[in-house]
């Protein structure tokens, strides 16, 4: 079965570094979305990306946080300087269409800031 | 600001009774319903869909709806201690402008005891 692959699966930065977390959507997906879930907290909606640019975004989706498809596979989210509040689970998704019934996640990448 | 409403648990079922798991929502005009499983540290898979009042039927699992009560609902028959997990429910942005920005609840725990 096809899946949503993430790298790395846990990091561990200092508080201020850059981190990129990377993200291979299923191949004949074209929507791709970043959720976050804090410890013990919901899942959250970072930012959704079509068609090579950013469709909607959310108020937690800060001048801090970017997203890229560098090439035809991968997509990332670059965290330009990291805070303490940003350790957290991020999830990389990706589905077929719009309409959000076929969303698949990621197995997360575990971000620790200290 | 769209909610999505859950109680938390933990909810605790013997062995091959039903579970049963309610959720309300706040934007009336939503479409589409998601129930996700969540086994801890792990990331959401969708289990159940609906978009239709009544109920929808997969294997164990059954997905209730009302619109007019803002009230979605997940019944599992025959519970199985392997079913022990957080469910959440979400619910994609409703309108035109939607790119599968998902809300999540905050998820009911599930244990079920042998």
């Known amino acids: 079965e096809p899946e949503v692959t993430q790298t790395p699966s846990h990091q561990v930065t200092q508080m201020g570094q850059e981190v990129i977390l990377r993200c291979v959507p299923i191949?004949?997906?074209?929507?791709f979305y970043w959720y976050r879930q804090i410890l013990g907290q919901k899942v959250e909606f970072l930012v959704s990306?079509?068609?090579?640019?950013?469709?909607?975004k959310s108020e937690i989706f800060d001048d801090q946080f970017s997203v890229e498809r560098p090439d035809g596979s991968n997509f990332t989210l670059k965290i330009r300087s990291t805070k303490l509040e940003d350790s957290a689970m991020y999830f990389c998704?990706?589905?077929?269409?719009?309409?959000?019934?076929?969303?698949?996640f990621g197995e997360g990448s575990w971000l620790t800031v200290v | 600001q769209k909610e999505v409403e859950q109680n938390s648990g933990p909810l605790s079922v013997p062995e091959g009774a039903i579970a049963s798991l309610n959720c309300t929502y706040s934007d009336r005009g939503s479409q589409s319903f998601f129930w996700y499983r969540q086994y801890s540290g792990k990331s959401p898979e969708l289990i159940m869909s609906i978009y239709s009042n009544g109920d929808k039927e997969d294997g164990r699992f059954t997905a209730q709806l009302n619109k007019a009560s803002q009230y979605v609902s997940l019944l599992i028959r025959d519970s199985q201690p392997s079913d022990s997990a957080t469910y959440l429910c979400?619910?994609?942005?409703?309108?035109?402008?939607?790119?599968?920005?998902?809300?999540f609840g905050q998820g009911t725990i599930l244990t079920v005891h042998p």
């Open positions: 191949s004949n997906h074209l929507y």
């Open positions: 979400a619910v994609p942005n409703a309108g035109g402008t939607s790119y599968g920005k998902l809300t």
């Open positions: 990306f079509y068609n090579n640019e950013i469709s909607e």
């Open positions: 998704a990706s589905s077929v269409d719009r309409v959000g019934n076929t969303i698949y």
